[in-house]
């Protein structure tokens, strides 16, 4: 019965997109009454109409109207002990039940192509989580290859410090404002570079160094000497020179 029963509302949904289980169920029950009753009425009565028209060879007015009570009479009680209780207690609990069955079918079909579709994205997702991780990775890389080819926080400031003094520019001066200007030319923590010119300049409170200290500036130092010595620079690389002797003492 599923197959019998959806096949007309295939048929319907096919001539009108948004026709519902609700209108098909309907139409089956108005099939039922108009077509399956009516016709096995009118078929009984057809046959009674031929069994006395063989049997008195001829149809009056008065037979036609016995015909006609006793049809009615006949049809009340089809109607009430055979049509009625067979659409109560089978056709209906039959058309319910694949009414039930389609409706499941069609839960179950939305479910997977929601579940496929989900799968799709997730996938789809997966495979953008796993592209900018590959970039972030390395991006990550290349900063880290960056910070290890830029020159350290304390050889910019020293770099810096010898240009304004050798070309004649304002001397650096630990206040707010170079290491503000600083910090838009490196992109340097500006706190960092101010400590860096407090220990240039001397305007900061000398402590004595350590030796790893110590050794960390010469270091600082010898990058500074490196730029200047591949710019050729040898009035850079001198007062570098005096500045290493009056910071690092050597």
Known sequence: ???TATLPHQKQQNLIPHWGVTSTRQRLIANYWLNHVTGHFALLLTIAV???LLSSGDIGPAHLLVILIVGILAFGVLLFFHYWPGFIRDFLPR???VVDAYRT???QQIIAH???????QQKHFQQQITTL???AEQQKDEIKKCRQAQLSNFALTLIYYVLAKTSGMPDPKSNDHTPQLLMQLYGIDPGSIRANLELITGNGRRKSLSDRKRTELVNRFDEA???FEEQGFTAGMLLLKDLEVRIVGY
């Not at 929601?114 to 799709?120: A, W, Y």
């Open 50 to 52: 031929l069994f006395s």
């Open 1 to 3: 019965m599923l197959s």
């Open 114 to 120: 929601l579940r496929e579709k989900m799968t799709l």
């Open 105 to 107: 079918e069609q839960q």
């Open 95 to 97: 058309l319910e039940s």
């Open 225 to 227: 000497y490196r730029f």
């Open 133 to 135: 991780t590959r970039l």
